[in-house]
Structure formats: structure tokens, C-alpha cells
């Protein structure tokens, strides 16, 4: 029987982080779909030991395990399924898989030059270490090749599932007073927010934006909607909870995601999973998800992301897509990428 140690140390996070989503659903799926073969052993914080059940092994992340875990011996397969973790195999014995998910510190105006090239650094030492590389999209792989040298490493593209409601409240913290404009994300720069407001121009719609936003980028977008002359109708909510999230996706009049920097952009899937229309930048890995069923910013100019909302509006209400958007959305589905990781540990068994 082999043994497995999936690295998703990220539960105890931040909650409202993509890297939370994926190693919480990752475990999760994974958790469903253990085969006989294998003892998977999940490798996270004390506090969420059992989180995935019983069926799995659990191993207490200690931050002293950045400098050595005397037990990596006992694996035969280390997962690290976080582009910076400092988590790893001691040993030349236990097979290193490394999940790559982005490069999005290279979009960020809070990173300067030294940071960016120091965090380049440290990715590469740990594809140096690997001895498989996963990536979340295709963007992410064609990053990779672009800025780090992956020699002759096997690897694969594994696409993540799309978040699935569990709950719905009935009613989130704030109702929006007239019909909205859907987005979220911490308000970091490369999330790119501060293009939206202009969608708010010469209509009566609300702009709804979640997630956490005490972060400097913040003041820039509440400083585009001034100028605007909209800022009434900007609603900045702060981090929400799951079941507000997905109340806000079915019951918004449309979803806006114009980010330059994902790796892949689970917030697309999850109101395409509410047939909702969505407007998003030709940036990173958007295309890759969105596909033919989303509306595309060509570029950030506000009259041409006006044209574009109000041809997407138009082309959505006389062709109803919304069945085929639902469709596309459960086509990625996380049962199916813990299927693939699984193969992917299956070759070094």
C-alpha cells in the first residue's frame, strides 16, 4: 500500500483566498475518491485535522517543518499543491509532484522588481526539486515556459471544478436596491476593478464588489467611480461568506471579472453555474474558462466595455444561453480533477 501526503496546509488560511477554495475542495473530492490502493495522508494545520472525514490520514503542519520533517522518509509521493509552499520532502527517495497555479505576482504593482524576481527564484527551486509538474491552465503552463525553465519535466494541466453551492441564505447582509452588476476578489491591483465603474454610466444598475478591500488598490476604485459620478451606486461589501456568494451570483443581473492576472478564475465558474452572463478580460486564463459562452473586454477603454456590456446584454437575452453556460460550468468539476491527480500519483506507484 502506498502512502500519499497531499500538501493543503491552506485550510487554515485565509478564507476568502482562490488557494483555500482549492485545497479545500481538492481534499475534499480527493477524500471521496480514495482508491484501495493508496493511504492518502493530508497534510494540514492542527485545527483542521478531520476536516475531510475519516477515511483519510491526517499530519499536523508545524511551521518548523520549513526546515526539516524528519517523516518525509515514510512517503512515498509528496504532493505540494501550492505554488509557494515551503513545504517539501527531505530525501531523494519520495517521488516531489509540484502544482503550479500562477505567476500573478508578475501583475501586481504591490510587488517591486526585487520581489518579483526573488519569488521567480524560489518557484524554481522548487520545479528543480520536482519530479512532476501539474498546472491549473494552459495560461499557467505557457507562464511557466515563459519566465522559468522546466527542462524536460513530465507534466499535466488538471483543470480545478467549479464551487458548488451547499447553502443559499435567503437574504445576505446587504440587498442591492436595484438590479446589479456582480463581482469579487481581494482588491489587490491585478483584479483590475477600477475599470468597472464606467459600466454604471447612463443606467441605474448598482456595482456590487466582495471581498477583502483594506488594501491600498481599494481608494483607486472608489476614485474612479467619483470621477464617474457613480459612486452612490458602487457597493464595496467586504468579505463575504459562501452562502452570501451565492446568493449574490443567482441573483445578479450579470457578472464582470476584467482581472490581468488568474491562473485560472474559479469565480467565472461559479456564476456561469448560475447561467449568469459574464464579462470578462481576454487576460491570463479567463478564455480558457469562460470559452464561447462569455463576453470578452477587447481592451479596458470605458465606451468600449460600455459597447461590449450592452451588446453581451443583447446577444444574451435573444439567444438564451444560459442552459448551455450552466453546461460548461459542470463540465469542470472537481470529482474529475481529484480522478487526475490521482492518476498522476498512480505513475510513481
Known sequence: MSNILVDLHRTGGNLYNGLYHFCYQLGKHLALETPGDMHLHFYVP??????FGHNVKYVTQYSLHKYFHQLTGRFDIWHVTTTL??????GNKTVNIYTIHDLNFLHEDEYT?????RYLSLIQQRINRADYLTFISEFARKQAVEYLELGD???SIIYNGCNVPEQII?????????PFLFSIGQFHSRKNFHVLPALLVDNEYELVIAGLNDFPYTAKVIEQAKNLG?????KLIGAISDEEKFWYYKNCFAFAFPSIGEGFGLPVLEAMYFGKPVFLSRCTSLPEVGGDLAYYFGDFDADHMKQVFEDGMHHYECKNPRQKIIERAKSFNWKNAADEYINVYRKFL
Not at 85 to 90: A, G, L, M
Not at 113 to 117: A, G, M, T, V, Y
Not at 230 to 234: K, N, P, Q, T, Y
Request: charge should be positive.
Open 230 to 234: 457613480v459612486a452612490d451606486r458602487l
Open 46 to 51: 492542527r485545527n483542521q485535522r478531520e476536516v
Open 85 to 90: 509552499s515551503w513545504y517539501r520532502p527531505y
Open 170 to 178: 435567503d437574504q445576505p447582509r446587504y440587498v442591492p436596491q436595484t
Open 113 to 117: 522588481e526585487p520581489q518579483r524576481k
Open 153 to 155: 519535466k513530465p507534466y
